[in-house]
Structure formats: structure tokens, C-alpha cells
């Protein structure tokens, strides 16, 4: 508005995207409750206070592999891996801006600048797990990117799996940044992550024959035993304090 400095108008921003993340976020909801076979407003009901979170996520100009020096390429620039990612990148990556992990919301939500040259880059591994092939996901003005968390996937006994993704480096003659607006959410910190009995997703074995035929069409009309994955019954918050490799029973990056 008239007089509004910089500052004011940036906060101004910020403050209605992420109230329209959060409206956003309750459509979502309620589409993963008629999919979970949930009462409608069971999941609402578990994330009247939620935690939202939305960074802003700058990847400053990098140099691809390809084109960078030896001496360049041992170390890539610190501001390339998102600094809360508690990964360290390898040598053996230095063409990843991130290299691959899971969230650990509940869902993530991604708006991209579609307009800088470096803008593209983010891959899914689909299907996500080990042997899954990594497939580019386009820069699409107006469009959002929604991926699940690790959260969710313990919470569905692993039957939805967590998104597994990178950021690679521009193409080889590109320089450019990229810039990303990641909006994180989580239920509230005392929900039990466990489906009540009443749901229709059931845990079931990935990788087995049955999972397979079922995914070809050609599944048997006789029902197949199938190994169930448990875990421990832990609150949001709960989840949150595990180390990272104890959140999950099944490995879901390559």
C-alpha cells in the first residue's frame, strides 16, 4: 500500500501466502480422510494446533560438475545444501544443489520462481523405494508441488510412502539460483500416529509378489498373507525426537 516500506510489504506477503497454505492444507485433508477411509474431519481434528512452518529456500548460483575444476569441485558452496537437512554432501554428489532424503512432516507443499533459467532440477524417486527411477518434476507456473513426509508414512504403517527427492545442479552452461517456497506441516505434537481400526488402508508387504500383481492388474481373487509393518505407538512430537534412522522400518532413499 501508499508509505508501506519494503519490510512491511514483505511481511504482508508472506503472512496471506501462508494463510492460503493453510486453507489449502484443509482441502488436502480432507481428500487424504475419504482416501484413508477416515470419518470426514478425523485428520482436522488432529491438527487444530498444527505446526506449519514456511521457508524460504535460496540456492544461490553453482557451477555443474561438468563445468567446474577440479580444485572447484571438491567442496560445493555451503549455501547449496539446505542447512537443516543434516546431511553432508559427498564428493560423489556435487552435481545435487540437495542430495536425496524424505521430509519428516506430515505433507510439504513447494512453490518454485519458474522463471530463472536454473529452476528446474527437482526430481521424485517413483516409485519410492530402493529400485525406483528418478523422474523429473517440471517448473509449472502457478503450480504447486505436494509431497508426502516421513511422518505420514508412519503413520499409515508405511502402505504411503514418503517422497524421496533431490535438487540437481543446473544443466552444464547454466548458471543460475533457484529459489523455492517450502511450506512444512505437522499435526498437532500429542497425536498418536496410528489409523483406528475403522480405516481402510491396511499395512501390507512392499516388494511382494502380490503387491506387484496387484500393481499389473492381475491380482488374485485369493486373498495372499501378507506381513503387516508395526511400529510403536508415539505422538507427533514423539516422532520428531527420534533419530532419523529410527523413524522408519523401511529404507526409502536408493
Known sequence: GAGEDEAAWFRRCFENYLAQMETFTRLLLRVMECCLGVDAGWLAERCTEHYGKLDVIHYPPTVPLADADAETAKTPPEDSVKRDSGRVPQAKVLDT??????????????AHDHSAAGSDGLQMLVPPRPGGAWLDIPTVEGALVVQLGAMMQRWTADVWRATPHRVLCPPAGVVSDRLTLGFFFRPN?????????SSSIKPRKHGSENDAADRMGTKSAVAQPVETVEYDQISAAQFIALPKGERLSTTVTP
Do not use: E, G
Open 97 to 110: 544443489r540437495v542430495s536425496a532424503h524424505v521430509d519428516d512432516s506430515m505433507l510439504t507443499i513447494l
Open 189 to 197: 505434537c500429542d497425536t498418536n500416529l496410528t489409523l483406528p481400526q
